[in-house]
């Protein structure tokens, strides 16, 4: 038996597969390669270049494997084009999900640990983000992933579907130097990609109500929250209850200044971070508690702030050339 990794060729959907098989679950990976890379896929494991769009191709994955259960990371992510793009993010990310449901419905797979977002929320008018915080998603992006998590709820309610969905926040390190973050819009890679052209990485606002007066976000490791994917996938695949939603969050976060002192220390290069406006819309301070999956799920901060940023660092250090950027 072995368990589908939609996603699988992906900065966290790739580390998710190896945290699989080096825990004995067999896994199979679908991936339309629209912001994931063959070469990220271990060999030895199975790849089907398809879009979760694809029923077919997900049926008949599912049945060439004997897949037991999914780990669904596909999905595009990216809020602030989401806004841009809404007909594309919810054909990708609703549409996509409810094909991959139907799929599984089909052929009697019962388990599915889905990849929410932060998102969910918009701008939670708290200090500690938990599962009981409302949502309020402020893109067509955070839409889409709650609407994700209530299409496993229906189908639960209706085909007995076991399932959680975990959702995280700014996701960063590396658990192996061939694979990197290549997001366009993520903060390491910006940081990253600025250095190696010989530009200044940018803060944008310097002027909230924070220690240092930058923003203050969670940054977790990928090698810890694809842990706690796996550790999922082995509870529901056991027949277990879990919860419907867990928050892996650090429960203290990090600001950007913290984050550029950390760069500056780990590369060697002697920077100072050039400080422009206020993005709209950006809040001072979003952090989650992380107790909840620390309860049931082995959540754990595994690696501090220079962790992440070594491992980052050196992955795309690796990559030379082969980076996209």
Not at 137 to 154: A, F, N, T
Not at 155 to 174: D, E, I
Not at 266 to 271: A, I, K, L, M, Q
């Amino acid at each position: 038996m072995s368990w589908l990794v939609t996603g699988g060729a992906g900065y966290i959907g790739a580390h998710v597969v190896r945290a699989l098989a080096a825990d004995g679950l067999a896994p199979v990976v679908v991936d339309d390669l629209s912001s994931g890379f063959a070469r990220f896929v271990p060999e030895g494991v199975p790849f089907v270049n398809a879009t979760i769009l694809d029923r077919g191709a997900l049926e008949a994955t599912i049945k060439d494997h004997g897949v037991e259960g999914v780990i669904h990371l596909a999905g595009f992510k990216y809020a602030g084009v989401s806004v841009q793009r809404p007909l594309h993010t919810y054909a990708q990310n609703v549409q996509g999900t409810a094909t991959l449901l139907e799929a599984m419905v089909e052929t009697g797979v019962e388990s599915i640990v889905f990849s929410s977002s932060a998102a969910a929320f918009g701008t939670p008018d708290v200090d500690l983000v938990t599962e009981e915080t409302p949502t309020s998603p402020e893109s067509p992006y955070g839409e889409s992933k709650l609407i994700g998590e209530w299409l496993l709820r229906d189908v639960a309610t209706a085909h007995g579907l076991r399932h959680t969905s975990l959702r995280y926040f700014n996701v960063v390190g590396s658990g192996s130097t061939d694979l990197f973050d290549a997001s366009p819009h993520n903060l390491f890679p910006l940081v990253f990609d600025a250095l190696a052209k010989g530009r200044t990485p940018r803060i944008n606002g310097s002027d909230y109500a924070t220690p240092d007066g930058t923003c203050v976000r969670d940054y977790v490791h990928v090698t810890d929250l694809a842990h706690s994917h796996v550790v999922a996938a082995r509870r529901l695949a056991a027949g277990e209850t879990l919860e419907p939603v867990y928050n892996l969050g650090s429960g203290e976060g990090v600001s950007v200044r913290q984050i550029m002192d950390a760069v500056r220390e780990v590369t060697g290069v002697d920077f100072t971070p050039e400080v422009g406006p206020r993005r709209p819309g950006d809040p001072a301070r979003i952090v989650a508690t992380g107790e909840l999956a620390a309860r049931d799920l082995d959540w754990a901060m595994r690696h501090d702030l220079r962790d992440m940023v070594d491992s980052a660092w050196q992955a795309r250090q690796a990559a030379g050339a082969a980076y996209p950027g």
